[in-house]
């Protein structure tokens, strides 16, 4: 894997781990990594009112019988206009987490298929002198890079995370905080130097891929 400038060179040549970057795609797992993050995104809030809790008289609307029309105890039964609702949303906590295990094998699994689909780049360390989305700009299109980007780094500037901030296309997160669904979402997965060693010993990632 080549190690670019931020003039878009090549500075060196570094081989990337095979337990993080050449271990087979578990889609399963990471069908539910995708699953888990965007259950997690809910809010839950939906709500319906019951016929408990509607607005109504409860009075009889007419007397039981002898009037030609169907027999109804309340105006706030369901068949009534605006009446309760049966069996609607409540608000509710549609979160869920997976086991530390599966959280690591998904995305293992992840940079894998980033890796087969030549979707990885790497960087040198680089450091803004000032907060100015140009300056970043100009050095992401220097490394040709092209849809999405997510940007992997060992910790994240003041200058990074302002200057970053106003482009749609860029993702700037740590590496001891990158998960599946982030490395999915993006086009390109972009490492820093820093960010790459960062990674690879986050603890519990490499020793569980390889056990895989």
């Not at 809790?53 to 002898?66: D, L, M």
């Not at 200058?159 to 905080?177: F, G, H, P, T, Y």
């Not at 130097?193 to 390889?210: V, W, Y």
């Amino acid at each position: 894997m080549e190690v670019l400038t931020v003039q878009g060179t090549v500075k060196s040549e570094i081989a990337l781990p095979e337990a993080l970057f050449g271990q087979t795609v578990a889609v399963p797992v990471l069908w539910e990594s995708v699953r888990s993050r965007l259950a997690n995104q809910r809010q839950g809030t939906a709500c319906t009112k019951t016929r408990a809790e509607v607005s109504g008289t409860g009075k009889k609307p007419w007397r039981q019988k002898h009037t030609g029309r169907a027999r109804h105890g309340s105006r706030r039964s369901p068949i009534w206009r605006g009446g309760g609702i049966v069996f609607g949303p409540k608000p509710r906590d549609y979160s869920y987490e997976l086991p530390k295990k599966e959280r690591a094998l998904a995305l293992v699994s992840a940079l894998s298929a980033k890796h087969s689909d030549k979707a990885i780049k790497v960087v040198e360390n680089f450091a803004l002198s000032s907060t100015k989305t140009r300056e970043l700009v100009d050095i992401l299109g220097r490394l040709n890079l092209s849809g999405s980007v997510l940007l992997v780094v060992d910790k994240a500037s003041r200058e990074l995370l302002l200057a970053s901030r106003n482009i749609s296309w860029l993702k700037v997160i740590r590496a001891d905080q990158v998960g599946a669904y982030d490395v999915l979402e993006c086009d390109t997965l972009l490492f820093t130097e820093a960010g790459l060693a960062e990674l690879t010993q986050r603890p519990g990632i490499a020793g569980k891929a390889a056990a895989s």
